[in-house]
């Protein structure tokens, strides 16, 4: 890219927020630049517990409104991307002493009626003693309740929101950093340094600080400007252990100290346990779990389930950080609302900036229309609102059947093993068919880098996913991770540099 491109909105920050509204933004019309200093979900948007959901413990909290827009939410996104966003069922045990029935039974018929429900059925009660739900769990747990809500790969969403941007005609520009920025003529100039050496000019109309983490760093730092809000940093951390049920349901767990802990299957093979809630002064950038939230995760799982879990048989962690939204009358992390508040700073004739604090995965369509709405004055956007009806990437799946598609695409690919079938699908969708167009028998697919991962995927991967590394492949664009070794790990580098350079 050359020098001096100008823009009508240089979005900042490569998150769910920043995608949604670089997607946004370019179905209106505008000539759009988005920067991310690392990858794509390289933070906050692929450490999450992985659920779009309403937040049934945010009713304590009286958070109703915002409860209200993510049921709402749930409904529009798993119509927009059914490969990688799909129902999931949860099993709560009753514990007496520390929630009465009463109040859960309220509690889920709000759940089930603050918002239209279209797709996922209603909760109800369960017998433990006689239901398969209850087998894993402590002969202590008897009765129980059962709700929906769903499961997304959120790296995933990140990454289909920037490629549904860039073929709006949008530019998505990975390991780019905004250096600076200041205002002049009407227009914010910007100085981007790209993989920390190349340095880019560019101009914009608007800026978008949608920096998660780094928001309130990067308006005093980088842009030298002041703000209304401030960002809070909440970790939140969990652990893969090899699944402790059989069936498809998840649960969630209510703790002692009134928080609550989801256990949900997780990539076949194993159970993921999270989440935790602690105040967070470190580099967002570096965070990890400590061995005191390990042994809280596990304690928390051994209080109900039969199988005992301990640090030693934890596979896997990931830890996050959460941009909260600052509230001076919440001590506790876990009352911090999930909302979000948008500011937009749009003096006369002085170019805007709009800056995102807070937020949650489930409401990232949502804040990005809410956002784009607001930039619509000073940049003269006509185009009205569009993302509610509109398919992600690979999710323009008929009726939003994936059951059914799957079943076309075993037709279309018989000679793909089964559980390679199946991942292809949830990942990809109707996009799949682009990875595959030139392959008619496994052997196609190239050589298997790492187990469940042939070249002809990190070849679409780098081409047009912006994948780049191998974490970026294992870790974010799929999961495969957990089933990689030291050997394999080399040999999917040292392709991934060929294609790269190549």
Not at 75 to 95: C, Q, T
Not at 476 to 500: D, F, I, M, N, W
């Amino acid at each position: 890219m050359a020098n001096d491109q100008h823009y009508d909105l240089l979005v900042v920050g490569g998150g769910i927020n920043g995608a949604g509204i670089a997607r946004d933004a370019a179905g209106r019309g505008l000539r759009v630049l988005l920067c991310e200093k690392d990858d794509l979900a390289g933070h906050t948007s692929s450490a999450s517990t992985k659920l779009i959901h309403g937040g049934l413990r945010y009713l304590e909290y009286y958070e109703f409104g915002l409860v209200r827009k993510a049921l709402k939410e749930r409904e529009v996104l798993l119509r927009s991307a059914p490969h990688i966003i799909w129902p999931l069922r949860f099993v709560m045990p009753h514990v007496p002493h520390l929630r009465p029935a009463w109040m859960i039974r309220i509690g889920l018929f709000l759940y089930d009626h603050l918002s239209r429900r279209e797709l996922l059925p209603g909760s109800c009660g369960v017998n433990l003693d006689k239901h398969e739900l209850g087998a894993p769990l402590q002969d202590s747990m008897h009765q129980g309740f059962v709700y929906s809500d769903a499961w997304v790969d959120d790296a995933r969403l990140v990454v289909l929101n920037a490629m549904d941007a860039q073929e709006r005609g949008a530019h998505i520009m990975t390991r780019t950093k905004l250096q600076a920025a200041q205002r002049e003529a009407g227009l914010w100039r910007a100085t981007l340094v790209k993989d920390g050496q190349t340095e880019i000019k560019v101009t914009a109309r608007a800026i978008v600080n949608a920096a998660g983490p780094w928001a309130s760093e990067l308006l005093h730092q980088h842009l030298h400007q002041t703000a209304r809000n401030e960002v809070r940093l909440v970790k939140g951390s969990h652990i893969v252990v090899n699944k402790m049920f059989d069936h498809d349901h998840a649960y969630i767990f209510q703790n002692p100290d009134k928080r609550i802990i989801f256990a949900i299957p997780y990539e076949q093979e194993f159970t993921l346990i999270g989440t935790t809630d602690l105040e967070y002064k470190g580099d967002p950038g570096s965070v990890n779990i400590s061995s005191d939230e390990v042994s809280y995760l596990c304690d928390a799982a051994n209080r109900y389930f039969k199988k005992s879990i301990q640090a030693a048989d934890v596979l896997w962690t990931y830890s996050g950080v959460r941009p909260l939204l600052e509230q001076e009358d919440a001590a506790n992390p876990s009352a911090v609302t999930r909302d979000y508040q948008l500011e937009l700073d749009a003096a006369h004739e002085q170019a805007p900036i709009l800056s995102v604090f807070g937020g949650k995965i489930t409401t990232f369509r949502y804040l990005a229309e809410e956002a784009v709405n607001l930039l619509a004055p000073a940049l003269g956007i006509t185009k009205p609102a569009w993302t509610a009806h509109a398919s992600l990437p690979g999710g323009d799946i008929p009726d939003a059947d994936f059951s059914g598609f799957f079943q076309r695409f075993q037709a279309q690919y018989p000679w793909l093993p089964a559980v390679l079938a199946q991942r292809y699908a949830r990942s990809y969708g109707t996009r799949a068919e682009r990875m595959l167009s030139e392959c008619h028998a496994l052997s196609d697919l190239g050589e298997q880098l790492s187990p469940g991962l042939y070249e002809a995927e990190v070849r679409y991967l780098a081409e047009h996913e912006w994948a780049r590394t191998t974490d970026d492949i294992l870790w974010r664009r799929s999961k495969l991770g957990l089933h990689a070794t030291p050997a394999t790990v080399q040999a999917l580098q040292e392709k991934l540099t060929q294609l790269l350079i190549s």
